[in-house]
């Protein structure tokens, strides 16, 4: 293993995305993150609101009682490590190198959490008045596993309330080749299909007495992956499709398998729907003559948000601290932007580079990170400005 090496102190945001890292939590286990983020905001006098649900630890806190309600959108839990062997450090040891902060959740998100964290602490420290906003930070415990609820959970949580949220920043690693140069104003929508297509299993000495389900699947399965499902528009790309998972076969080498079990994922917008992916997949199928049992199912809705003055906002503190303006863009996978959409009155999604999310070595780069805390920092600093106006 390389050393790690830290050459002077750890810019705040650093030291927190840390001590966040050291928390295993892998979704249902917290790991400890939840309970160091309660008492951290309380500490630093915010109102916090467990909402823990069915086993998953969810916080709401929240500062101020006038102007604005901001909402930094965050989640605490990261996905698995895989095999420990394979890192360079340990995946729970964050280390700093090279420049590089290393660990699970150093990019998505607990890097980036810790930015708004530390941003919004250093934004109250520099108020001498009342404070011009209300600022809340909305902590999802299981954004990670597909069948996530922690951000729903909350959002019934405030709507019970009485919350409306005014502006909401998630704060997911949109940035694609650059620091800063995309900011996410929508998501594209997720369809997963379930197919099985049925055979008979044979010798495979003797095709003639049995009907092979891969053999009759592999033409219509490329056609599928080659077709253009549609074309986009202006905001959002065209639409596409991934076979996810393939599964055939007893294990025996000599025995033409029964059936082969398929799962394929498509990306799309608005001009493309889960009855319309579901029927041009049955027809095709249809046309190939394949015996089959399919269920198209779908986890994410397209949405794009409006694009207004936290949008400009944004834009504008991007190009403050890098000197750069970003594009705007709804690509890429889904988000929990999808669950506060719906119930705030302008959103925008921006964070680090997420190229190592999800990778063996996740890593973000220390300036990066120092840069993203200097944005948000600077977004709190214009709708405060705004809201006074």
């Known amino acids: 293993m390389s050393p790690c090496s830290v ?28 309970l160091y983020l309660r008492e951290r905001f309380s500490k630093n ?18 500062i101020g009682d006038h102007g604005p309600l901001v909402v930094f959108a965050v989640h605490s839990d990261v996905v698995p490590s895989g095999d420990v062997g394979d890192w360079t450090n340990p995946p729970f040891d964050p280390c700093v190198r090279d420049g590089m902060l290393f660990g699970r959740g150093a990019a998505d998100m607990k890097g980036p959490l810790s930015a708004a964290v530390v941003a919004v602490e250093r934004f109250l420290a520099c108020q001498n008045r009342t404070l011009p906003v209300r600022i809340g930070f909305l902590v999802a415990g299981d954004e990670e596993p597909v069948q996530n609820h922690g ?21 997911e690693p ?8 995309t900011v996410k104003v929508g ?10 297509v049925q055979g008979k299993q044979g010798h495979a000495a003797y095709p003639e007495f049995a009907r092979n389900p891969v053999h009759q699947s592999m033409r219509i399965l490329h056609a599928m992956t080659e077709r253009l499902w549609d074309e986009g528009d202006s905001n959002f790309p065209p639409a596409g499709f991934q076979i996810t998972n393939m599964h055939s076969g007893t294990g025996a080498a000599n025995v033409i398998p029964a059936r082969l079990e398929v799962q394929f994922n498509v990306r799309h ?22 015996q089959y049992k399919l269920e198209c199912v779908s986890d994410a809705l397209p949405f794009r948000v409006k694009q207004g003055q ?12 890098v000197g750069m303006q970003p594009q705007l863009s709804t690509g890429g996978g889904t988000s929990d932007a999808r669950f506060v959409a719906p119930h705030c009155r302008e959103l925008v999604e921006f964070g680090l580079v997420g190229d190592t999310s999800h990778h063996v070595d996740e890593r973000v780069a220390v300036d990066e990170l120092v840069q993203l805390t200097e944005v948000y920092q600077g977004m709190l600093s214009r709708i405060s400005i705004a809201g006074e106006g």
């Open 310 to 321: 936290l949008t400009q906002i944004c834009i504008e503190s991007i190009e403050e601290v």
């Open 7 to 34: 050459t002077e102190p750890p810019h705040a945001a650093v030291e927190l995305a840390m001590d966040l890292i050291r928390c295993p939590s892998v979704a249902p286990v917290d790991g400890g993150a939840q």
């Open 187 to 196: 998501r594209r929508g997720s369809i997963n299909g379930f197919l099985s």
């Open 45 to 62: 006098g915010f109102d916090v609101h467990p909402v823990d649900v069915d086993g998953i630890m969810n916080t709401w806190a929240r």
């Open 151 to 171: 951000t729903q959970d909350l959002i019934r949580f405030l709507k019970s309330r009485g919350e409306s949220l005014d502006y909401c920043i998630v704060t």
């Open 269 to 290: 917008g608005p001009g493309l729907t889960l009855e319309q992916v579901d029927g041009k997949v049955r027809e095709l199928l249809d046309m190939a003559g394949l």
């Open 174 to 181: 949109t940035s694609v080749s650059v620091f800063g140069d």
